[in-house]
């Protein structure tokens, strides 16, 4: 009898728990003894055994991926398989080189095998790299589909783990009267949402790809970094797998960024509708922070997107005119010390870790011990209600607007089943 593989993954507490969960867990020919962790101390730990399923009663250790050479000699690993959401191409040649010179083969998992069919039919927003406009877009399509009288879930991949919790199920203060869905079994979530929903739109992180089967896949790409669209991994598959392709930013870059980005993408997939679109920030609110002192709240994984410079809240803090923003540095209790020691460059925001009770708590104390005159929300949740703020807050996002908003329409009214 063959003794099965063994196997260690390499992630970022997401891909990694979704390849596990959609291709190891139920194969007793592959034996799965750790998954790694790089820079994410929230994960550390076990991933525990009512996701990790039957074969794996003790669950399975979370690794630090800087060991991964003495992993690979110690556990007897025979294979390392690659499941990040985002790395540059060279990062995950350096990651391959030390995984074969341990001794251990290393594998990319065709990220097809891993999309889960869906009854209900799925658009999925993808990019080519971090911060082209993801989740401004699902928010166009959603009110977009919202208008048509169509019921409509989003499932969202959490950019940080939020616990090993059940499916999380809430409404967004972004996207009135849509129901969005997040967690790490997405064979779950998907069946919630199915239950549901008339349309699913997927909202990644970074630039991964779509746990769910898409009937109409759209990827961003970012003029500003033209010439990159092949840089980043997964971000190229994600090009060559879209139906659409969204040329976001378009109001910040110069003609000859545009057609340089858009000349990259047809080289990579000339079968792609491409299409253009400006990213307003827009501001709820603006009137009660303009000139004033100002703490500006982002998420915290805008903190991949090189110090928070395309976060929603510093734009609107700019184009308010605010007197000065304050830094929560010297203030930050909790598990924003330990942010800002990963993420010393983000200083002059406050990024939330997530919106889990501790988390939020962290937040508030941290806003409280913080003076300013007001604050910008660029958060998707209401945290003047959430946190009971006593300061005048406005709420900053960025948009989607499509230079052809009827051929988008027509493109997502033929992948719904809508006569066009």
């Known amino acids: 009898?063959?003794?099965?593989?063994?196997?260690?993954?390499?992630?970022?507490?997401?891909r990694d728990f979704h390849v596990f969960n959609t291709l190891y867990r139920t194969d007793p020919h592959e034996l799965v003894l750790g998954f790694t962790a790089a820079d994410t101390p929230e994960t550390e730990g076990s991933y525990p055994s009512f996701l990790a399923g039957a074969l794996y009663p003790d669950g399975i250790p979370i690794l630090p991926e800087s060991q991964l050479e003495q992993l690979v000699d110690s556990l007897g690993i025979d294979e390392v398989v690659f499941a990040y959401s985002e790395l540059g191409c060279s990062q995950v040649v350096r990651l391959a080189a030390r995984a074969l010179a341990a001794g251990a083969d290393f594998r990319l998992v065709s990220p097809l095998r891993s999309m889960l069919?869906?009854?209900?039919?799925?658009?999925?927003?993808?990019?080519?790299?971090?911060?082209?406009?993801?989740?401004?877009?699902?928010?166009?399509?959603a009110e977009l589909l919202v208008s048509w009288d169509l019921r409509v879930a989003v499932i969202r991949q959490p950019a940080r783990p939020q616990g090993f919790s059940r499916p999380v199920r809430e409404q967004d203060a972004s996207l009135p009267g849509v129901w969005t869905y997040s967690g790490l079994d997405y064979a779950e979530i998907l069946a919630a949402a199915e239950a549901e929903a008339d349309v699913i739109l997927w909202d990644g992180v970074g630039n991964d790809l779509p746990f769910l089967e898409p009937k109409l896949h759209i990827a961003l790409t970012d003029p500003l970094r033209?010439?990159?669209?092949?840089?980043?991994f997964p971000g190229e598959v994600g090009l060559r797998l879209a139906d659409v392709v969204i040329i976001t930013k378009c109001e910040s870059a110069g003609i000859e960024q545009i057609e340089k980005?858009?000349?990259?993408?047809?080289?990579?997939?000339?079968?792609?509708?491409?299409?253009?679109?400006?990213?307003?920030?827009?501001?709820?609110?603006?009137?009660?922070?303009?000139?004033?002192?100002?703490?500006?709240?982002?998420?915290a994984h805008t903190l991949s997107l090189g110090a928070m410079k395309p976060g929603a809240g510093?734009?609107?803090?700019?184009?308010?005119?605010?007197?000065?923003?304050?830094?929560?540095?010297?203030?930050?209790v909790g598990s924003l010390v330990e942010l800002y020691r990963l993420h010393p460059e983000a200083q002059s925001v406050l990024p939330t870790p997530g919106f889990a009770p501790s988390d939020l708590a962290d937040l508030k104390a941290t806003l409280e011990a913080?003076?300013?005159?007001?604050?910008?929300?660029?958060?998707?949740?209401?945290?003047?209600?959430v946190l009971g703020l006593d300061r005048p807050v406005a709420r900053a996002a960025f948009a989607l607007s499509p230079h052809d908003p009827?051929?988008?329409?027509?493109?997502?009214?033929?992948?719904?089943?809508?006569?066009?």
């Open 314 to 332: 510093l734009a609107a803090a700019r184009l308010l005119g605010v007197s000065a923003i304050i830094s929560p540095l010297p203030q930050a």
């Open 406 to 420: 009827d051929q988008l329409a027509r493109l997502v009214r033929a992948a719904v089943g809508l006569p066009g």
């Open 226 to 232: 033209a010439g990159e669209e092949a840089d980043y």
């Open 1 to 14: 009898m063959h003794q099965p593989r063994r196997t260690l993954i390499v992630g970022t507490a997401g």
């Open 370 to 385: 913080t003076g300013s005159e007001a604050i910008i929300n660029a958060t998707r949740i209401d945290l003047a209600a």
């Open 261 to 299: 980005c858009e000349s990259g993408i047809y080289a990579i997939n000339p079968a792609a509708t491409v299409l253009t679109a400006d990213s307003p920030v827009l501001v709820d609110g603006g009137e009660r922070v303009s000139g004033r002192t100002v703490v500006v709240v982002e998420e």
């Open 117 to 141: 069919p869906s009854t209900t039919p799925v658009i999925a927003v993808t990019a080519a790299s971090s911060g082209a406009g993801k989740t401004p877009t699902v928010a166009y399509l």
